[in-house]
């Protein structure tokens, strides 16, 4: 993720992105040119695997679930995920592409689970 901000100087109003690694890279002219580059460049990549739009959920979470297996974390914090956060989270993207999905689809999503009576712990697991 990316933190996207304007800034003056003598020469006029210009756009920059900064990442969670502390990467920064300034000089667009427009935010949209800022947007741009940062999705073509190396750091909108999730560790090491591109995020592509036309992924599909299911296959960056079957990734992302290898990967989390990998990690050292226990056995039952796996099965954990397995059992509940994954299920509910293929269920309401079943067929979604990585750039159909915005934030207020995910918000819409944590409601929904709360109106269906799941615990504050279990929506948390899910986050």
Known sequence: ??????YETKKGVFWY????????KRGFKT???AVKHY???DYSKLQGIEIKNNVLFEDMVNIWLSDY????????????RRSRGLPNLLK???GKRLNEITAD???????????RGYKKNTIHGIK
């Open 69 to 80: 297996v990998n990690s050292g974390v226990k056995e039952s914090t796996i099965e954990n």
């Open 105 to 115: 689809n995910y918000f819409e999503l944590l409601q929904q689970l709360k109106n």
């Open 17 to 24: 992105y900064k990442t969670d690694s502390r990467h920064t």
């Open 92 to 94: 309401y993207y079943e």
């Open 1 to 6: 993720m990316a933190y996207f901000g304007m």
């Open 39 to 41: 999705k073509e460049s």
């Open 31 to 33: 935010k949209r040119d």
